[in-house]
């Protein structure tokens, strides 16, 4: 709950920041100010800032909407069929997802789910997401674009903005022009943005299933290991390992790929390691004269070993390591004890890497090593090792944008695509239905979809504070 107030807070802080800049700017310049602002599109508003532009309206765009008139007509007929369906599939598909979230808990039902950059995005992903989050909607609101203009409706402008922390693009369509078509071209131009994002997501789908030939290609080698691309300054391991070290297990654990990785460093939560064989002598030999095992007591090269009995010694780990392994005490020959590791400060855990002949050892939390090294399924000796990782890191996130946009926004909600597109829809096909008014029966879907909305979105926030409370 920590990380939402404080995401809260420094949103609050640059927003005010912003517009006290603001408002100082139209105090000292006045007139100079609004006019740099009017002439250059920018408006400035509580929570947002927006950039409009006329640039686009001709040009080039228009030159080839009439170049390939009927290719663009097929292209977007394709996408006003696929916008119907998914109008309504959208709506079933929230409706699910609001229904499990009850019946089988909301782990297990997530479709949409909100991203807290900061909260459920890790800070060093923060920048990657919203540069994909604004690609994705300026593909959407291409689409728009040149559906629309190949209808013959003309636009005021486009641009882009930022609300709160999201980036988004627009475009402004003429509403007179696009009154005038008729109902499909209607659903071509209103379908055109949900169309493109589906195309892109199922393009950056092919492009990551492609990925490890690609990179082939490239001179990137996939082995049975991970290749370390980056290690965080405040590392445990930072004088142990070093980019470009291959890390194969962790304790018993293969570490064959990054899944891997992440499963092995979440295995040891439950794991418990191995004791070793220890006896009288062997202890007053190891025994340090640091005692790690009173509370608040700290040695970097020495761990609190506890015997079946309950005896504590704190022994130097390398060391002790070299001994026989065991689980019980009947495991060690007569006059040994099985001891096993009893630290207050965490897990043991036993990287083995390529960068040295010893094991890497740490003590502590396993996520400490999962959030602080950045790992990599591939290397390279020619190229930026952290390639790969960039490079899939953008096509998943265009799949799971592009298609969440596509999905919400089909949703014939008010403010939504799926409002304009629903009303096409029904005047398309309107004369098929006698006993209820057009108008009310669209009313009355989209105040259903607008409510079904509003309770995923509470919902999934819900679901977001209880989880990071």
Same mark, same amino acid.
């Not at 007509?73 to 709506?91: D, E, K, L």
């Not at 190949?150 to 903005?161: D, K, P, Q």
């Not at 962790?250 to 570490?255: A, E, M």
């Given at each position: 709950?920590?990380?939402?107030?404080?995401?809260?807070?420094?949103?609050?802080?640059?927003?005010?920041?912003?517009?006290?800049?603001?408002?100082?700017?139209?105090?000292?310049?006045?007139?100079?100010?609004?006019?740099?602002?009017?002439?250059?599109?920018?408006?400035?508003?509580?929570?947002?800032?927006?950039?409009?532009?006329?640039?686009?309206?001709?040009?080039?765009?228009?030159?080839?909407?009439?170049?390939?008139?009927?290719?663009?007509?097929?292209?977007?007929?394709?996408?006003?069929?696929?916008?119907?369906?998914?109008?309504?599939?959208?709506?079933?598909?929230?409706?699910?997802?609001?229904?499990?979230?009850?019946?089988?808990?909301?782990?297990?039902?997530?479709?949409?789910?909100?991203?807290?950059?900061?909260?459920?995005?890790?800070?060093?992903?923060?920048?990657?997401?919203?540069?994909?989050?604004?690609?994705?909607?300026?593909?959407?609101?291409?689409?728009?674009?040149?559906?629309?203009?190949?209808?013959?409706?003309?636009?005021?402008?486009?641009?882009?903005?930022?609300?709160?922390?999201?980036?988004?693009?627009?475009?402004?369509?003429?509403?007179?022009?696009?009154?005038?078509?008729?109902?499909?071209?209607?659903?071509?131009?209103?379908?055109?943005?949900?169309?493109?994002?589906?195309?892109?997501?199922?393009?950056?789908?092919?492009?990551?299933?492609?990925?490890?030939?690609?990179?082939?290609?490239?001179?990137?080698?996939?082995?049975?290991?991970?290749?370390?691309?980056?290690?965080?300054?405040?590392?445990?391991?930072?004088?142990?390992?070093?980019?470009?070290?291959?890390?194969?297990?962790?304790?018993?654990?293969?570490?064959?790929?990054?899944?891997?990785?992440?499963?092995?460093?979440?295995?040891?939560?439950?794991?418990?390691?191995?004791?070793?064989?220890?006896?009288?002598? /062997? +202890?007053?030999?190891?025994? #340090?004269?640091? &005692?790690?095992?009173?509370?608040?007591?700290?040695? @970097?090269?020495? %761990?609190? =070993?506890?015997?079946?009995?309950?005896?504590?010694?704190?022994?130097?780990?390398?060391?002790?390591?070299?001994?026989?392994?065991?689980?019980?005490?009947?495991?060690?020959?007569?006059?040994?004890?099985?001891?096993?590791?009893?630290?207050?400060?965490?897990? /043991? +855990?036993?990287?083995?890497? #390529?960068?040295? &002949?010893?094991?890497?050892?740490?003590?502590?939390? @396993?996520?400490? %090593?999962? =959030?602080?090294?950045?790992?990599?399924?591939?290397?390279?000796?020619?190229?930026?090792?952290?390639?790969?990782?960039?490079?899939?890191?953008?096509?998943?996130?265009?799949?799971?944008?592009?298609?969440?946009?596509?999905?919400?926004?089909?949703?014939?909600?008010?403010?939504?695509?799926?409002?304009?597109?629903?009303?096409?829809?029904?005047?398309?096909?309107?004369?098929?239905?006698?006993?209820?008014?057009?108008?009310?029966?669209?009313?009355?879907?989209?105040?259903?979809?607008?409510?079904?909305?509003?309770?995923?979105?509470?919902?999934?926030?819900?679901?977001?504070?209880?989880?990071?409370?």
């Amino acid at each position: 709950m920590w990380q939402i107030f404080q995401l809260i807070f420094r949103v609050s802080s640059f927003w005010l920041f912003v517009n006290v800049v603001h408002i100082l700017l139209t105090k000292i310049l006045g007139e100079k100010y609004n006019f740099y602002l009017s002439r250059n599109g920018i408006f400035v508003k509580f929570v947002q800032v927006q950039w409009h532009t006329d640039r686009f309206n001709s040009g080039p765009k228009q030159e080839f909407v009439r170049s390939h008139s009927s290719k663009i007509a097929v292209w977007f007929t394709c996408g006003a069929y696929f916008g119907i369906i998914i109008m309504f599939s959208s709506i079933i598909i929230l409706m699910y997802t609001l229904i499990a979230s009850f019946t089988q808990g909301a782990e297990d039902s997530k479709i949409l789910t909100p991203v807290v950059p900061g909260v459920n995005l890790p800070n060093n992903q923060i920048i990657p997401y919203l540069l994909t989050l604004l690609i994705s909607g300026i593909f959407h609101e291409f689409g728009h674009a040149i559906a629309a203009a190949r209808e013959g409706v003309s636009m005021y402008g486009s641009g882009l903005f930022l609300f709160l922390i999201y980036p988004a693009a627009f475009v402004d369509l003429n509403t007179q022009a696009l009154k005038r078509c008729d109902a499909f071209q209607k659903l071509r131009i209103f379908c055109a943005g949900v169309w493109h994002n589906c195309i892109m997501m199922v393009a950056a789908y092919i492009l990551w299933s492609a990925l490890p030939l690609l990179l082939f290609f490239l001179g990137f080698v996939k082995e049975h290991a991970v290749t370390v691309t980056s290690i965080e300054p405040g590392s445990a391991l930072i004088n142990q390992v070093t980019p470009g070290t291959k890390l194969y297990s962790v304790n018993d654990c293969i570490v064959s790929d990054k899944v891997a990785w992440g499963q092995c460093l979440w295995k040891m939560y439950s794991d418990t390691l191995p004791g070793h064989c220890l006896d009288e002598t /062997l +202890l007053s030999q190891l025994t #340090s004269h640091v &005692d790690c095992c009173e509370e608040g007591v700290v040695s @970097p090269k020495n %761990l609190c =070993y506890q015997s079946s009995q309950g005896q504590d010694a704190c022994l130097p780990v390398r060391q002790v390591l070299e001994f026989y392994p065991c689980d019980v005490d009947s495991d060690c020959s007569v006059g040994g004890g099985c001891y096993r590791p009893h630290s207050k400060e965490g897990h /043991l +855990l036993q990287i083995f890497h #390529s960068a040295a &002949d010893t094991k890497a050892l740490f003590i502590g939390d @396993p996520a400490h %090593l999962y =959030y602080s090294i950045s790992v990599s399924d591939y290397s390279s000796k020619w190229f930026w090792r952290n390639l790969p990782n960039c490079v899939e890191l953008f096509l998943i996130y265009v799949v799971s944008l592009s298609g969440a946009l596509a999905i919400f926004n089909a949703v014939p909600a008010f403010y939504l695509d799926g409002q304009h597109m629903l009303n096409a829809c029904m005047e398309l096909i309107f004369d098929r239905f006698y006993f209820i008014s057009r108008e009310t029966l669209c009313f009355t879907i989209q105040m259903f979809s607008t409510a079904l909305v509003a309770a995923n979105i509470v919902n999934a926030f819900i679901s977001v504070c209880v989880m990071y409370r």
